[in-house]
């Protein structure tokens, strides 16, 4: 089955710097790569997705870059604010009974320092 | 997204007792989704349906059971067999996410119950 590893787990930044989260994933056949936003005690939120024929997305401060090859995507934030702080899940599609689901990674902690 | 209704918040279960959570979405989606969230693990997969009165088991089912009579709703018992219940569980839909017609479409989250043995 498909499996998706997430790093770092931890992530401390001043504010105004750069954030990258980076994930793999196993299995090739893998084609939508979301990123997901979780504040303490509320549910995830979508802040943006990529599919396998596109190789990076952007909106406003977040970017996302797939590379297919190496099998890894990652999701960049400029810029950062302390209301960034968070704790971000990626996310791979895979192949069930016919269906796509997701896997996800065991989330990255960003905390932004004012 | 205002739109998938979880209840109740906080839940508690007694030894040897099921308990039922709820799920209701108006989003008009097909596909629903339970996920388990417990701290470092982030969300594994339950059960999961992409049409009324059929579901198929996820990556962490024992213990676990669901029914899809309605378009609308998607309830997750979990019986005295889960040994390990205490956890966040989360609720999700989409758009019908057949492979063959483009496969994953966004999942979009409920706010979750919470899970506590007495």
């Known amino acids: 089955g498909e499996n998706v590893e997430q790093h770092p787990s931890t992530l401390s930044v001043q504010e105004g710097d750069s954030a990258v989260i980076k994930c793999t994933y196993s299995d090739s056949a893998s084609n939508y790569f979301p990123w997901y936003k979780q504040e303490l005690g509320k549910r995830p939120q979508l802040i943006i997705d990529i599919r396998s024929n596109v190789g990076e997305k952007k909106d406003q401060r977040i970017a996302v870059t797939l590379n297919k090859t190496a099998k890894h995507f990652s999701l960049h934030i400029t810029e950062t604010q302390p209301e960034d702080s968070a704790v971000y899940f990626c996310?791979?599609?895979?192949?069930?009974?016919?269906?796509?689901?997701?896997?996800f990674g065991k989330g990255t902690m960003l905390l932004v320092s004012p | 997204d205002g739109g998938i209704t979880q209840s109740p918040k906080y839940l508690f279960r007694k030894e040897g007792q099921n308990v039922t959570l709820s799920c209701e979405q108006n989003l008009n989606h097909d596909a629903m989704y339970w996920y388990r969230q417990d701290p470092g693990q982030g969300l594994r997969l339950i059960y999961y349906s992409q049409i009324v009165n059929d579901f198929q088991k996820g990556d962490i089912a024992e213990g676990y059971s669901v029914s899809r009579e309605k378009k609308e709703s998607f309830p997750l018992t979990v019986t005295s067999a889960q040994k390990n219940p205490t956890a966040f569980y989360l609720c999700?839909?989409?758009?019908?996410?057949?492979?063959?017609?483009?496969?994953?479409?966004?999942?979009?989250f409920g706010d979750g119950t919470r899970l506590s043995i007495l």
């Open positions: 996310a791979a599609s895979r192949m069930n009974s016919g269906y796509s689901t997701l896997t």
């Open positions: 999700a839909s989409s758009i019908f996410a057949l492979e063959l017609l483009g496969g994953n479409q966004p999942q979009h």
